[in-house]
């Protein structure tokens, strides 16, 4: 949090756009273009953003965000709502006090998108110009139904972490891996053989989906997950299950990596910050191939989301969102430097084609590579908490693989 | 300090259902000393609470000189009231307790009260307790606190309920002279509630007697005791109470007996008594004090009634000499009338010691209409 | 104000008599050991005490224990809760980073822990004394929204409840059964209320333009302390003799009076647990202010509860306990000097009949 | 003047109520309100927060009821939660007995000080405590009780005990149904022992000295005055906290969504969970409004039956 | 049903610096109705603990007819015991209370338990009762129950503490005549710890006295009463209290004077007095009781004193008056002595009357080593 009103006093609220109403439909959008070079818009808006971010991350946002506030005149009240954001705007936009823009992963474009009465999102397709500077997968994340609703600024998506001093060469294929693992594992004695969220479907979603199988098969809206692909990619997945920390919490599974104690860890870019400071030799690969198959990895895209609030805004402010969400996603140093420093793999396509990237990241990126985007479409919503109660019942070994996947399709098809 | 007038005081409880207190009429004397004695659920602290203006009367009137402060708040009221638990503030100290009265009454600065409440405290000998809690306190300093509390505001109208019920005898006996001293001392009226035979009978100027919410009788002590206007008044006033006796008499205008087969008694009345009184054929109660009856340990046939004794017990000063005359029938004695249990004895008593009663009113057949008449005037 | 002064008094008598226990624990142990010596006290019955202390210590000790556990945490380096190789982080890496952190850089105390002090400015704003904050560049940060919001919550629930109380204690009127039933049967469903009608209040503030108002968030706690605290008031006052107060009113006290120098002191305990429930009620809840609020007025308990929730799967967790250490230690600390209080408040023997 | 007076319904007597009033009406307006309009809710179509706020959503009656009760997960939930709120209540009450009498001995040191230390968690936030009961159930063998049991087993193995005296680690305390079952009552009751600690002991601290003498005059043994003289006494007041205690447990929902989200497996959803979730995770906010709806109901029954025949509100009749 | 000796039984609290209990022996027979009486905090209560075991001698023994049971748990002795406030059991019904002893220490069954109440409750006539719950009954209902509680278990020995303090006078004087007839029907062996003046002298078979934990006279009451062994004594027993007036004695020998100046006082002994004691020249005490003292309205300079009346009380049966020989100084008389305050009167009294006490220690000179020496035994 950097820029709150003034404390204390919270008794009036937040003035919304106060910009004064000047000529709309001024064409924001050549400006945006050429942002560098102009020193300041004629008309400046303000524009409310919120995020979520961890730390570093946020640290770094704060930066950007003065600097083209500095740079264009616009005011953008950056905010931390805490808690869950999709709770927050739940409440927030339908009574109309929610931001005008915030910045989530893809996931909940679609979501979001069919919501109507009241909606939440903002078609910005006349906004905006340099959608096409975008990777295709990024350009596809943020858009439903031929409507633009934000701008993709980083894709995300698990990949292997591992020790070098406990590996002594990052493993290929799962045989390799487990091979490894079996040299360590040994509970009893508080080692491991890998760090893994294994309940989690964002984290497994890559071994589920190695053999091709789809979890959820977008084009034709159907559930998949039971199909024999999926089922031939659990079980590889249940080979995993027996090299983790007997608690699939997140926290419980990252411990171990972090203290040394397991070679292996499966998770995303945003762990790098820290364990690179807890391992000495921290390696990143793309996950394991199985029987030749790279795990298509659900990938996210961090994207900056334009809210519905911008539908009855002045331009003014729809000037400052749309703008900064252009300055920011479509800027090469800011890309390139928040790759190296936050891990964030680039969906900027020149940064992309030519971009002199990281080992860590360039892992990363390869992976995302292999990988499918979240669907956004919002029967998706759905799969989530089924998924995660087959896959506990499966790592608790109360349930069958092939059984478990059965009656969570089914139990997502009862509740579409 | 104030003449007191309760004038067909009544107070109802429950929507009526209740009688508390039913239409007394009362007159306390500026300066005069009136106790008010009754069986448990008279009325007594009803109609004291009434007095001080804590409970609002159902009909009737209080009044103070000629002042009608019926609808006057109790805190307007210039009286002041020692509860029997002494009701001192718990967290306050002696001195806070005492200053309260004149602190919410006055304008006196805490010099002046706390020099007031001094030089009352050293008259009370309550001087080294100034700063302690009343927790801190026996029974017989609370108590004195209480009526240092009362006496600092110097009200015009004292109101004691039961004051003292909850000290040992010895402190009793000493309290009680103190709280009459200090009456004296203030000349304030004072309105005393009890239901100790003793205190009743010892500290006030007159008593009052209630029953049922009705006042029965008001006189000096001494008068309430000899001449009882009814059966109540007659074994409620007087420790140990009156011995009873169902009789009949039979009278043909010039000579009247009065007899009790049950008791073996037949008393031939004098003419001064059948002529002076309407007696009828009639049953009676016939009352008579244990300190009355004369025990005579050899009986020779020539007593009131021959009984058998049942138990004695020697309280030192005198003895109390149970008769199987009927239950409860008491003679006292002095203490070297020592008969065993089991004796026969005689029992003496005179014409002029009796009470006759109406089976029927309770009234005392002895008395004139105006003497019943002035006894609850 | 004399108030407060008492509390804090009160306190300091506590602090000083937990500061010496040592000394008497001291001397009643040599007391018993010339009690053993001199034959007065048997070994037995000694060692039968020393037995029972021993175990009722191992008792709090474990019912303690999740506290001691997660204040070591707070201790420790990094941002994890578990080490693969015991209970206790290592206590050689033990240092106050996290409590430095929460001091100087969260919003703790000022926001971003850029401290200022308060300064006070003539003629300013709408009184003739106002005051404001100088030397951060920032502003206040949660403390000051928290406590806010607690006194209001304070000032609100005392308004209402002590009153109420009184009344329901000393006074019949219409309706004063039905009322006080409905309170009794209402004190605990405000507790899980909170979730369920969530979204239902958020609309009713909403519709009024009542969110983000830290004012109205205080008259809302307040609004669901108001039934159980009431009852519980309403409970104690029926212990005190009424005598008191008609000793007050023969006195010459007015109604006002009365209640200033009789029953208010006389109901001090039952004051002081109430006092301590309706804090709690504003201290601690979150969800729904996290809901109605924006960041800039987030009370503490949101604060912490970000911080739990804070990293994209994990917890801070150093930072969390430090955060929730200090959070909670005013409240802890009354909580312990108060304990008798607490124990007479809560009595409801008097509903033996 | 009187009889007048008596005859207006609302005589200057009833003054009392002013002071009641405002209160009452604070109350209602936040309180009673949204409940009301949950109800609302309840009888709506409403998919969405959204679309409740903005007024999206349709009346359809009680379909919404109608489907609950047909919903087996409706049916687990009520069950578990009572089961929750029964099994809890058990171990709280002997357990803060066991305190508050230990904590209340003639033989015990100091004991002012452990019962000061003994209420603290009170004053400490849910949401942290909880967070951190979650964190010692890990059931990864480093978790907090793992490690204790292992330790344990270490110790009992080097005893040579008998197997059966060995726990098998890791208990996965989230990950089975009653593992985890038993994990939330643990916290539970370790959240409500001080309240019921604190409420025993002044009910202990008010029996006379003299009954217990009495029994034992009498004849009783240590038991017996436990039955015949403590026991009685503090029944109401175990009584009164129980229901209380029970009430709030009814409404748990920290334990069960910061433990697992009620699972494994939706297993373990307290009423309150299952409600949240479905209008958080399924979008369905006309049915989550009836299940919130339904919990208020039976919270009200069962306070109701608590004032009715616990005699929770006896001293509420005019005297 | 057992004879009761406490043998140097001691007590002392707060490590030795409150000495409740000083070496006290007392026997009582098998039987026995001990009346213990004395001023508050003189170590009544704590001897009865002792007794009963509720409270640890710090040395001494209580024995129950020859067996030392100072070890023994409260639980396994044959005592009852009567509390102060009555200790019910206030979830238990009537019968629940009363059989709960039985229950406790005897193998009867639920049926036998049940009859033996009801017996009970029928002879003490609170068999309507039995169903109830102590907070339905009266004081005086809960009082029997209390007593019937305690007979029920057919104890050997019988504790009451002050069982009767809580009652008013009438209940009183009914539940003291209740007791008295149990404890005989029974024959229970029975300490009774009162600190009321009635009920010590009528109740007991002997009567004891302590004062700041010591014994300091039993027997009789009657005897006690005539014949204390010292001023405490004198002073406690007897209400009104006995008159002292501070005397200086001047003897040669063969006669001797009592004599106080302030008094007017000029005493001469008979010879029989003079020779059958030792009498030194020194300052004792002397002693009267109040209804030792005849008043003499019109003194004719013949009276033992002349004083004033400083007021007069009259209580119906008799008239106290406050003389002014010194504070407090009280005659009795009957109520046809009526003088007014200030009259001059002449105030008699019998050498056989007087008590003389030694000023330094307080014991009475008039009697002998024996009787001394068997007072306390
Ligand atoms: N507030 C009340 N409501 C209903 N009835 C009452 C109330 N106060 C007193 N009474 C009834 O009025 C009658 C007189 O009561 P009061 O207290 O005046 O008696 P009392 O003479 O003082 O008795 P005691 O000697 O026991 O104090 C009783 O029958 C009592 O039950
Ligand atoms: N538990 C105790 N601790 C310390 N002192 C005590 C204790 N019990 C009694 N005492 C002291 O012992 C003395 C005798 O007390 P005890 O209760 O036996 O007197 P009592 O004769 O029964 O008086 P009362 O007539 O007031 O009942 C008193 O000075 C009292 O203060
Ligand atoms: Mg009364
Ligand atoms: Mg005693």
Known sequence: ISTGGDGGDGSDGSDESDGSDGSDGSGGSDESDDSDDSAGVDDPGTATLWTDLSDGEDEAMSTYVDQFESETGHTINKEEPGGELDQQLETAIPSGEGPDSWVWAHDWVGRFAVREDPPFLYDASDDIDSLDAFTETAQQAVQYDGAVHGLPFASETVALFYNEDMVDEPPETLDDMVSVMDEYHNPENGEYGLSYPVTDPYFVSGFIQAYGGDIFDEENLEVTLDSDECKQGMDALETLFDYVPADPGYESQIVAFADGAAPFAINGP?????????????????????????????????TFYFSAMLSDADQSTIDATTGLAEWYTTNEDIVETNAAEQGYIPVLTSVVEDGDLSSDVQAFAQQVDHGVPIPTHPDMNDVWDPLTNALTNVFNGDEESDAALDSAAETIRENQ | MARVTLDTLRKEFDRGTIVAVDDIDLEIEDGEFVTVVGPSGCGKTTTLRMVAGLEEPTSGAVRFDDEDVTDMHAKERPVAMVFQNYALYPHKTVLGNMEFGLKMSTDMTAEERRERVTEMAEMMGIADLLDDKPDELSGGQKQRVALGRAIAREPEVFLFDEPLSNLDAKLRTEMRAEIQKLQKEFGVTAMYVTHDQEEAMTMGDRLAILNDGELQQVGKPTEVYENPVNEFVAGFIGSPSMNFIDVEVETDGSSATIRSDDAGLAFELSDEYVTGHELKNAPYTLGIRPENIRIVEHPTG??????????????????????????????????????????????VFEEADIHLFDAETGEDVFLTEEEIAAAVA | MSALQSALALISAKLIAFVTAPKRFVVSLRRTVYDLRTGRRTPWDVSKSVLMTLFGLAMVLLLLFPLFWIFTASLAEGTRLFNTSGIFPDPSTYNLGAYRWVVFESDFFFVDGDWGYPQLVLGGGSGLVSFRWVGTETGPGALFNSLYLVSVTIVAGFAMIVPAAYAFSRRSFVGRKRIL?????????????????????????????????????????????????????????????????????????????????????????????????????????????????????????????????????????????????????????????????????????GMEG | MARLRAAVPFSNRDWGLLLVIPGVILFSSFMLYPIVYLFYISLTDATFAGSVIGGGADLIGLDNYVQLLSDSQFWTSMTTTWLFVAVSLVIKVFLAVGIALLLNH??????????????VPLGFPGIFTITVWRGMFSDARFGVFNTILGRYNGVMSSLSAPEILLFDVPIGFLSGRWEAFFAYVTTEVWLAYPFMVIIIVSALQDVPRELHEAAMVDGAGFLERFRTVTLPAIRRPVLFASILTGATAFQQFLIPWVFNQGGPARQNELIIVYGYREAISFNEFGLSAAILIVAIAVIGLFMYAAVRYGGLAEGVGDE
């Open chain 1, 270 to 302: 945003w762990e790098i910050a820290n364990l690179s400071g807890e391992i000495d030799n921290l390696g990143v690969t793309t996950l394991p191939t199985v029987d030749g198959n790279n795990p298509r990895s659900y990938s996210g895209i961090q």
């Open chain 2, 302 to 347: 020539d007593e009131t009634l021959a009984s058998t004794v049942e138990v004695v017990e020697p309280i030192g000063s005198d003895n109390y000499v149970h008769l199987t005359v009927n239950e409860d029938f008491l003679a006292r004695s002095t203490p070297d009338v020592l008969p065993e249990a089991g004796d026969e004895v005689g029992v």
């Open chain 4, 106 to 119: 003639a033989r015990v040191f100091g004991k002012r000080y452990m019962r000061a230390a003994v209420i």
């Open chain 3, 181 to 349: 039933y409905g309170y009794v049967l209402f004190t605990q469903i405000g507790a899980g209320l909170s979730i369920a009608t969530l979204v239902a209040l958020y609309s009713l503030f909403s519709s009024y333009g009542l969110t983000n108002n830290l004012f109205i968030l205080g008259l809302f706690y307040a609004a669901g302390a108001i039934p159980f605290n009431t009852w519980l008031l309403k409970t104690y006052m029926d212990n005190i003799p009424i005598s008191y107060e008609e000793a007050a009113m023969v006195d010459g006290a007015s109604f006002l009076d009365t209640i200033r120098e009789i029953i208010i002191p006389l109901t001090k305990p039952g004051l002081a647990v109430v006092l301590i429930f309706v804090w709690l009620a504003g201290w601690n809840e979150f969800i729904i202010a996290q809901t109605l609020l924006s960041p800039e007025n987030y009370p503490l308990s949101v604060e912490l509860y970000n911080l739990a929730t804070e990293g994209r799967f994990s917890t801070p967790w150093t930072r969390f306990a430090a955060f929730a250490n200090l959070f909670a230690l005013p409240v802890a600390i009354v909580y312990f000097a108060a304990q008798r209080s607490v124990e007479d408040g809560l009595s409801f023997g």
